[in-house]
Protein backbone atom coordinates (compact mmCIF):
# COMPACT_ATOMS: atom_id res chain seq x y z
CA UNK A 1 0.00 0.00 0.00
CA UNK A 2 1.14 3.41 -1.05
CA UNK A 3 2.26 6.17 1.70
CA UNK A 4 0.07 9.25 1.70
CA UNK A 5 2.75 12.24 1.46
CA UNK A 6 3.59 15.36 3.03
CA UNK A 7 5.47 18.01 1.30
CA UNK A 8 6.85 20.02 4.70
CA UNK A 9 8.45 23.68 3.88
CA UNK A 10 11.62 24.60 5.72
CA UNK A 11 11.44 28.39 6.53
CA UNK A 12 9.22 28.68 9.72
CA UNK A 13 8.04 25.50 9.71
CA UNK A 14 11.09 23.32 9.90
CA UNK A 15 13.62 25.96 10.21
CA UNK A 16 13.19 29.10 13.06
CA UNK A 17 13.68 31.96 10.70
CA UNK A 18 11.51 34.52 12.54
CA UNK A 19 14.46 34.41 15.43
CA UNK A 20 17.19 34.54 13.39
CA UNK A 21 15.63 37.10 11.02
CA UNK A 22 14.86 39.50 13.95
CA UNK A 23 17.72 39.32 15.70
CA UNK A 24 19.93 40.77 11.67
CA UNK A 25 17.19 43.18 11.13
CA UNK A 26 17.49 44.19 14.47
CA UNK A 27 21.20 44.51 14.34
CA UNK A 28 21.61 46.05 11.00
CA UNK A 29 18.96 48.64 11.38
CA UNK A 30 19.11 49.47 15.08
CA UNK A 31 15.84 48.36 15.47
CA UNK A 32 14.24 46.84 18.56
CA UNK A 33 11.94 44.49 16.90
CA UNK A 34 10.50 41.43 18.79
CA UNK A 35 8.31 38.28 17.87
CA UNK A 36 5.48 40.39 19.96
CA UNK A 37 5.86 43.26 18.14
CA UNK A 38 4.99 41.74 14.95
CA UNK A 39 2.32 39.55 15.38
CA UNK A 40 -0.59 39.58 13.12
CA UNK A 41 1.66 41.91 10.35
CA UNK A 42 2.78 40.84 6.98
CA UNK A 43 6.10 40.66 5.71
CA UNK A 44 6.47 43.75 4.54
CA UNK A 45 4.62 45.66 7.17
CA UNK A 46 7.66 44.34 10.10
CA UNK A 47 10.40 44.21 7.65
CA UNK A 48 9.80 47.66 6.25
CA UNK A 49 13.30 48.18 4.93
CA UNK A 50 12.70 45.70 1.78
CA UNK A 51 16.32 46.12 0.56
CA UNK A 52 17.69 45.99 4.07
CA UNK A 53 15.93 42.81 4.55
CA UNK A 54 16.79 41.00 1.06
CA UNK A 55 20.46 41.61 2.27
CA UNK A 56 20.36 39.91 5.23
CA UNK A 57 18.69 36.93 3.51
CA UNK A 58 21.67 37.10 0.90
CA UNK A 59 23.99 37.01 3.16
CA UNK A 60 26.50 33.88 3.30
CA UNK A 61 25.51 31.31 6.43
CA UNK A 62 22.24 32.89 7.08
CA UNK A 63 19.93 29.90 6.30
CA UNK A 64 22.45 27.55 7.15
CA UNK A 65 22.99 28.64 11.01
CA UNK A 66 18.76 28.94 11.88
CA UNK A 67 17.53 26.76 14.82
CA UNK A 68 15.36 24.08 14.52
CA UNK A 69 11.90 24.32 15.53
CA UNK A 70 10.64 22.75 18.84
CA UNK A 71 9.99 18.83 18.01
CA UNK A 72 10.12 18.97 14.47
CA UNK A 73 13.28 16.19 14.25
CA UNK A 74 10.80 14.16 16.26
CA UNK A 75 8.31 14.84 14.39
CA UNK A 76 9.02 14.02 11.61
CA UNK A 77 11.12 11.05 12.66
CA UNK A 78 7.47 9.73 13.57
CA UNK A 79 5.58 10.99 10.59
CA UNK A 80 7.95 9.24 8.56
CA UNK A 81 7.10 5.70 9.90
CA UNK A 82 3.80 6.13 7.97
CA UNK A 83 3.83 8.80 5.07
CA UNK A 84 6.52 9.52 2.43
CA UNK A 85 7.89 13.12 3.84
CA UNK A 86 9.48 15.63 1.37
CA UNK A 87 10.84 18.77 2.42
CA UNK A 88 10.17 21.36 -0.47
CA UNK A 89 11.41 25.19 -0.60
CA UNK A 90 11.21 27.76 -2.57
CA UNK A 91 14.93 28.19 -2.36
CA UNK A 92 15.71 29.72 -5.55
CA UNK A 93 14.43 33.23 -4.38
CA UNK A 94 17.46 33.58 -2.92
CA UNK A 95 19.93 31.31 -4.87
CA UNK A 96 22.80 31.80 -2.15
CA UNK A 97 20.78 29.75 0.25
CA UNK A 98 20.57 26.49 -1.60
CA UNK A 99 23.51 24.85 -0.74
CA UNK A 100 23.24 26.17 2.36
CA UNK A 101 19.37 24.23 3.35
CA UNK A 102 20.82 21.35 1.15
CA UNK A 103 23.95 21.40 4.16
CA UNK A 104 21.34 22.21 6.73
CA UNK A 105 18.82 19.56 6.29
CA UNK A 106 21.72 17.13 6.09
CA UNK A 107 22.79 18.25 9.52
CA UNK A 108 19.19 18.54 11.36
CA UNK A 109 17.26 15.80 9.27
CA UNK A 110 19.92 13.18 8.07
CA UNK A 111 17.12 10.19 8.15
CA UNK A 112 15.64 12.37 5.31
CA UNK A 113 16.95 11.02 1.73
CA UNK A 114 18.49 13.26 -0.84
CA UNK A 115 15.74 12.23 -3.27
CA UNK A 116 12.49 13.95 -0.70
CA UNK A 117 14.16 17.15 -1.06
CA UNK A 118 12.75 19.81 -3.78
CA UNK A 119 14.04 23.30 -3.89
CA UNK A 120 11.77 25.43 -6.31
CA UNK A 121 10.31 28.29 -6.85
CA UNK A 122 6.63 28.12 -7.33
CA UNK A 123 4.96 25.34 -4.97
CA UNK A 124 2.14 25.42 -7.42
CA UNK A 125 3.80 22.02 -9.03
CA UNK A 126 4.18 20.21 -5.60
CA UNK A 127 1.48 17.28 -5.66
CA UNK A 128 1.43 15.71 -2.04
CA UNK A 129 -1.31 14.58 -0.07
CA UNK A 130 -0.67 17.36 2.03
CA UNK A 131 1.42 20.75 2.40
CA UNK A 132 2.46 21.94 5.63
CA UNK A 133 3.61 25.83 5.05
CA UNK A 134 3.62 28.76 6.50
CA UNK A 135 2.39 31.07 3.65
CA UNK A 136 -0.98 31.14 2.06
CA UNK A 137 0.40 32.00 -1.30
CA UNK A 138 1.78 28.41 -1.34
CA UNK A 139 -1.39 26.73 0.71
CA UNK A 140 -3.80 28.40 -1.84
CA UNK A 141 -1.94 26.20 -4.61
CA UNK A 142 -1.99 23.55 -3.24
CA UNK A 143 -3.52 20.12 -4.76
CA UNK A 144 -3.88 18.17 -1.64
CA UNK A 145 -4.87 19.70 2.17
CA UNK A 146 -2.89 22.44 3.12
CA UNK A 147 -2.34 22.64 6.78
CA UNK A 148 -1.16 26.20 7.72
CA UNK A 149 1.83 25.96 10.40
CA UNK A 150 1.10 29.31 12.19
CA UNK A 151 3.95 32.43 11.86
CA UNK A 152 3.49 35.96 13.00
CA UNK A 153 2.45 37.06 9.47
CA UNK A 154 -0.44 34.60 9.13
CA UNK A 155 -1.72 34.76 12.52
CA UNK A 156 -5.20 36.75 11.12
CA UNK A 157 -5.83 34.13 8.70
CA UNK A 158 -8.54 31.61 8.90
CA UNK A 159 -9.38 30.08 5.70
CA UNK A 160 -6.82 26.99 6.14
CA UNK A 161 -6.10 24.12 9.00
CA UNK A 162 -4.12 25.34 11.08
CA UNK A 163 -1.49 24.17 13.51
CA UNK A 164 0.52 25.81 16.12
CA UNK A 165 3.62 23.65 16.32
CA UNK A 166 4.67 20.16 15.38
CA UNK A 167 2.58 18.24 18.01
CA UNK A 168 -0.56 19.90 16.83
CA UNK A 169 0.90 18.74 13.19
CA UNK A 170 1.77 15.12 14.12
CA UNK A 171 -1.74 14.76 16.07
CA UNK A 172 -3.87 16.53 12.93
CA UNK A 173 -1.86 14.13 10.75
CA UNK A 174 -2.06 10.77 12.35
CA UNK A 175 -5.83 11.20 12.12
CA UNK A 176 -5.73 10.88 9.08
CA UNK A 177 -4.34 7.53 9.32
Given amino acids: MRKKTIAVDMDGVLADIETQLIEEYNKEYGMNLSKESIQGLSEEEAFKERALLHGILNKGNFFRNLPVMPDAIESLQELQKNFEIFIVS????????????????????????????????????????????????????????????????????????????????????????
Fill in 90 to 177: AATEFPISLAEKVAWLAEHFPFIKWENIVLCGSKRIINTDYLIDDHCKNLDYCMGKPIMFTAFHNINKTHHLRVNNWKEAVAVLNETL
